[in-house]
């Protein structure tokens, strides 16, 4: 975990990571829903509690329904928790946070703008204002990191999937967020993309050294990508599981594949997420 303080974009108004040990701490939250104002309220999470250490990366997986990404929009501020707490970086959640990075199923990009453009979005939240020459620094920085540099006047719709969802990861990267938070970034890709795309996030964690909390349904990814999975139960979504995974991330693929103890995880997961396994850590 990262203890000290690091200083990548020399402005300002660029965040920080913090010496805090836990980046994310959800405590006892539980959250309910009600079609219309007369219709009896449902329980979509309850009693939900883990936390997310500076610098780590930890996966959400679940049956679809389970409420994991009700939890992440929680976890962004996007919507509020009716019971319990949920501290980022030490400070209740209040809002949506500037130092969050958010990237989405869809990659969300303005297709009426150029791939750099869209990567600047993500400068929007910074507070002092940043000079133009500094604004296409950072943004030419931050392409190179994920491969794109050639590609900055390209529009959306002139690029495949997978290079759209490198655009995504460069927005949320880009003003250096202490949280990087996804939801399912790689569902809608095939798999050769998907598995050259976890390598790239696996990477740019590791560069800018922030915690990530990653939503997916795909329990081998989630044991490749991150050193804690959280099993989430269903009616309504609990915790049911935290399971560590062993060695350092980011993880060589081949050492990955070739390792019978991740094929003996990705089965207790497995067991767990349909109700045949036993709860606690693995």
């Known amino acids: 975990m990262i203890r000290g303080r690091r200083r990548e974009l020399q402005d300002e108004d660029v965040l920080e990571v913090s010496a805090t040990a836990e980046a994310i701490v959800v405590e006892g939250v ?3 829903f009600r079609q219309h104002r ?3 309220p449902f329980c979509a999470l309850r009693s939900v509690s883990f936390t997310v250490g500076a610098g780590e990366f930890v996966a959400l997986i679940g049956e679809s329904g389970c409420g994991k990404t009700t939890l992440l929009r929680m976890v962004a501020g996007l919507i509020p928790a009716d019971a319990g707490r949920i501290l980022v970086d030490g400070e209740p959640v209040a809002g949506i946070a500037r130092h969050i990075g ?3 199923q869809n990659p969300a990009l303005l297709h009426w703008e150029t791939v750099a453009q869209n990567v600047e979005l993500g400068l929007s939240g910074v507070g002092r204002k940043l000079t133009k020459e500094r604004r296409r620094q950072l943004v030419a920085e931050q392409l190179a990191l994920v491969g794109l ?3 900055a006047r390209y529009h959306p719709y002139q690029i495949s999937g997978g290079m759209q969802q490198r655009v995504g990861l ?3 990267l880009i003003a250096n967020p202490k949280i990087l938070l996804l939801d399912e970034p790689f569902g809608a890709l095939d798999a050769f993309t998907r598995a050259r795309l976890q390598e790239e996030l696996a990477r740019l964690v590791a560069v800018k050294g922030c ?3 990653l939503v997916t349904h795909d329990v081998e990814e989630a044991l490749y990508l991150a050193s804690r999975v959280v099993v989430m ?3 309504p979504g609990h915790v049911a599981a935290v399971v560590p995974v062993p060695g350092t ?3 060589d693929r081949q050492a990955f594949v070739a390792d019978p103890e991740m094929a003996r995880l990705k089965a207790h997961v497995v067991s767990l997420i349909t109700g045949q396994g036993s709860g606690g850590e693995a």
């Open 149 to 151: 540099e050639s590609f």
């Open 170 to 172: 460069a927005r949320a």
């Open 38 to 40: 007369r219709s009896q």
């Open 233 to 235: 139960g269903s009616r």
């Open 102 to 104: 958010f990237v989405f």
């Open 249 to 251: 991330v980011p993880r």
């Open 211 to 213: 915690a990530a909390l």
């Open 30 to 32: 539980d959250k309910w």
